[in-house]
């Protein structure tokens, strides 16, 4: 699978870091915000994956690299001018030609992709979004849906909102087609593209996310995903050494045997 990361951001909430270091490169547990993405991508199977780059581009390739030792194949482009989030895509032509990923960059995520593409394919979908909840509206792309998960409304950054508490959380499963509903020049998915597909009657879903996401966008934000983010990785080191520990006794062939017993 493919993956667009969406990179450019100028990152001014976070100065004065981002005088010198890309928001989707600031250090988080030891490691650039990027590459623990990468990490999470390639677990579930992307293999070549697209940025673009607007910021201190530099710092950002030669961070990450070819992407060789994630596992990824990458590939760069460097907007002088800012395209938008959909714009984005005319970046890389022909790479989108198959089921692919939208990854906002300031994203600190560890969501189960495998349910979203599976929900994504089994509704037909040509484009399926990640959803979170929220309780400041008027930053977020909010979204009313069905009892299918069919999406019924979206309006991005409402000063009003009527609806649930219901959000775009900035992962999104797309088909091809999607590609050509964005026109050259600057677009961007919140403001033109979702809501131009929902006028025509495409098939928009949303899915509420299993796992982590947390946008890093602020200082509060960083300094909460440094936290919450160490912790997770000591609590999975602590579960991978119990887990190596029971094997080295016999206990994990049992314990796998019994769960496939249920």
């Given at each position: 699978?493919?993956?667009?990361?969406?990179?450019?951001?100028?990152?001014?909430?976070?100065?004065?870091?981002?005088d010198?270091?890309?928001?989707p490169?600031?250090?988080?547990?030891?490691q650039?915000l990027?590459?623990?993405?990468?990490e999470?991508?390639?677990?579930?199977?992307v293999?070549?994956?697209?940025?673009?780059?607007?910021?201190?581009?530099?710092?950002?390739?030669a961070?990450l690299?070819?992407?060789?030792?994630f596992?990824?194949?990458?590939?760069?482009?460097?907007?002088?001018?800012?395209?938008?989030?959909?714009?984005?895509?005319?970046n890389f032509?022909?790479f989108?030609?198959?089921?692919?990923?939208?990854?906002?960059?300031?994203?600190?995520?560890?969501?189960?992709?495998d349910?979203?593409?599976?929900?994504?394919?089994q509704?037909g979908a040509?484009?399926?979004?990640a959803?979170?909840?929220?309780?400041?509206?008027?930053?977020?792309?909010?979204i009313?849906?069905?009892?299918?998960?069919?999406?019924?409304?979206f309006?991005?950054?409402?000063?009003?909102?009527?609806?649930?508490?219901?959000?775009?959380?900035?992962?999104?499963?797309?088909?091809?087609?999607?590609?050509?509903w964005?026109?050259?020049g600057?677009?961007?998915?919140?403001h033109?593209i979702?809501?131009a597909?929902?006028?025509?009657?495409?098939?928009?879903?949303?899915?509420?996310?299993?796992?982590?996401?947390?946008d890093?966008?602020?200082?509060?934000?960083?300094?909460?995903a440094?936290?919450?983010?160490?912790?997770?990785?000591?609590?999975?080191?602590?579960?991978?050494?119990?887990q190596?520990?029971s094997?080295?006794?016999?206990?994990?062939?049992e314990?796998?045997g019994?769960?496939?017993?249920r």
């Amino acid at each position: 699978m493919k993956a667009l990361i969406l990179a450019a951001g100028a990152g001014t909430r976070l100065r004065p870091l981002t005088d010198t270091c890309p928001k989707p490169m600031a250090p988080i547990a030891g490691q650039p915000l990027l590459a623990w993405t990468l990490e999470w991508l390639r677990r579930y199977g992307v293999t070549e994956a697209a940025l673009n780059l607007h910021h201190l581009p530099d710092v950002v390739r030669a961070g990450l690299g070819d992407g060789s030792r994630f596992g990824i194949r990458l590939r760069y482009a460097v907007e002088e001018e800012l395209r938008g989030t959909a714009g984005a895509l005319h970046n890389f032509p022909g790479f989108f030609d198959q089921t692919f990923l939208v990854i906002y960059g300031d994203l600190l995520l560890d969501i189960d992709l495998d349910d979203l593409i599976r929900f994504h394919r089994q509704q037909g979908a040509i484009m399926t979004l990640a959803l979170k909840r929220t309780d400041t509206p008027h930053s977020q792309g909010m979204i009313d849906i069905d009892t299918t998960g069919r999406v019924k409304r979206f309006i991005e950054k409402p000063a009003v909102w009527d609806g649930g508490d219901t959000a775009n959380a900035g992962v999104y499963v797309c088909e091809p087609e999607i590609v050509s509903w964005t026109p050259p020049g600057f677009s961007d998915f919140g403001h033109d593209i979702i809501p131009a597909l929902l006028h025509a009657g495409v098939p928009v879903y949303g899915r509420p996310l299993r796992g982590y996401l947390l946008d890093i966008g602020t200082p509060a934000a960083y300094e909460q995903a440094q936290q919450e983010w160490r912790a997770r990785q000591e609590a999975r080191g602590e579960r991978g050494k119990r887990q190596e520990v029971s094997e080295a006794r016999g206990e994990g062939q049992e314990a796998r045997g019994e769960r496939g017993k249920r």
